[in-house]
């Protein structure tokens, strides 16, 4: 689309300037997740992050 009307700044491209791990491993399938070690809880990476958020939608 050649609509540009006023742009001030680039959008920020979020996830970017994530620091370099170490990262938590995803409790269901042990690849590393986005979240740091520290992170409380478990931890999942996007995929089964995703993949639980589908069951929840779809329970019932
Ligand atoms: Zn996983």
């Given at each position: 689309?050649?609509?540009d009307y006023c742009s001030p700044a680039p959008a920020p491209s979020p996830g970017a300037?994530?620091?370099e791990g170490p990262f938590a491993e995803c409790v269901l399938c042990r690849e590393p997740t986005e979240y740091p070690?520290?992170?409380k809880g478990a931890t999942?990476?996007?995929v089964c992050e995703w993949q639980?958020?589908?069951r929840?939608?779809?329970s019932g």
């Open positions: 689309m050649a609509d300037a994530a620091a070690e520290s992170t999942l990476c996007p639980e958020a589908q929840g939608a779809c």
